[in-house]
């Protein structure tokens, strides 16, 4: 062949084009070139508990920041039942488009070791898309009891009996005094309530000790309605730096902490789910969200999909664990 006729073809101009070529007709380049998420659609975002609960305030925040950011049509609906466990079936059956998202805390990663039959599985049967927040836990007591620390507590529990509300069974609340419980052979009595309403339980004085999220106690220990008697974290909560952790007080087995994210049913195209991921770690990142949740109690971490998923795959194991240890069951 003529090398000025082999020159011209593989000269670097019509090298480019050939290339250009070759990745448009790619399947690839058509799956990225074609995305429109979302539609004139709304998205849903189906909070696995209460209003008012941790889960529900920060979902709602995140969705009205995502209307501001980008105009989408974000609607959120609570579906209440079994722990979570029913929201979690209702998104694990939904079409895997991104239309359909779960909002849920770390109970989504307990739920199937303390139930026989959750129904779904926390590591196949999602896409995780962003951690959404997270925070120690808080134990506190109402005004009335006579206890200043853990280990007055455990004195007090021997001698009269005491109750503690959780924000459910199963839940991260649920089994921190159930193992403290076992530590201390102590025998606090459970009382499960929905997630808004475990502390005011202890405030109007129905339970004695309360174990929630920072969120719902917060505004009352603040107010002088609750007294806080420790945190379950390694370090001290930056909203109530005066609260000793469980470790401060004698108590090293306790580094625990309750995180919210949000999911997708599995095989939702990995496009959307980084497009979701990209923009909630947006929203989160915002100054008027972080002061929302920084306020409120809670830290806030950005990471990718792929970094969330690895974190969910890191806490079943680690919760499966802690809920042998605990004794505790919800069947």
């Known amino acids: 062949m003529n090398s000025k006729l082999i020159k011209n073809i593989f000269s670097p101009t019509r090298f480019m084009k ?13 799956v990225f070139a074609q995305i429109d998420f979302p539609k004139q659609k709304p998205i849903t975002i189906i909070v696995a508990t209460g209003p008012g609960s941790s889960t529900d305030v920060i979902a709602r925040i995140v969705a009205a920041r995502l209307t501001e950011n980008l105009g989408w049509n974000v609607v959120v609906e609570n579906k209440l039942g079994a722990s979570g466990n029913i929201a979690c079936v209702y998104v694990k ?6 239309y359909s998202i779960l909002a849920h805390s770390v109970s989504f990663a307990i739920n199937p070791s303390i139930y026989k039959n959750a129904g ?12 959404g927040a997270s925070s120690p836990n808080m134990i506190g007591l109402n005004m009335s009891i006579p206890v200043n620390n853990l280990k007055e507590l455990v004195a007090y529990g021997k001698k009269e009996q005491l109750s ?49 999220s920072m969120p719902p ?41 309750t995180w919210f994210g949000f999911f997708a049913a599995t095989k939702t195209p990995p496009e959307i789910i980084n497009k979701l991921n990209a923009e909630i770690n947006r929203a989160i990142d915002s100054k008027s969200v972080k002061d929302k949740l920084t306020g409120l109690g809670l830290d806030t971490k950005l990471l990718s999909a792929n970094e969330f998923r690895q974190y969910v795959k890191a ?3 680690k919760w499966a664990r802690i809920v042998k240890e605990s004794g505790a069951t919800a069947d």
């Open 120 to 131: 779904y599985d926390a590591i196949n049967d999602f896409d995780p898309i962003a951690l």
């Open 18 to 30: 050939l290339f250009t070529l070759i990745v448009c007709l790619s399947p690839s380049f058509f």
């Open 93 to 98: 059956r939904s079409n895997p488009d991104g």
């Open 315 to 317: 806490e079943v194991p």
């Open 217 to 257: 106690s917060v505004p009352f220990i603040k107010a002088g309605k609750l007294k806080a008697l420790a945190v379950t974290s390694a370090q001290r909560s930056s909203a109530l730096p005066d609260v000793p952790t469980m470790a401060e007080q004698g108590f090293p087995e306790f580094d625990d902490t």
């Open 164 to 212: 503690y509300a959780s924000s459910g069974i199963g839940t991260t609340t649920h089994l921190i005094i159930e193992r403290f419980k076992n530590i201390t052979n102590s025998d606090f009595v459970h009382a499960p309530y929905q997630p808004a309403q475990a502390v005011g339980s202890t405030v109007a004085g129905h339970t004695q000790i309360s174990s929630t």
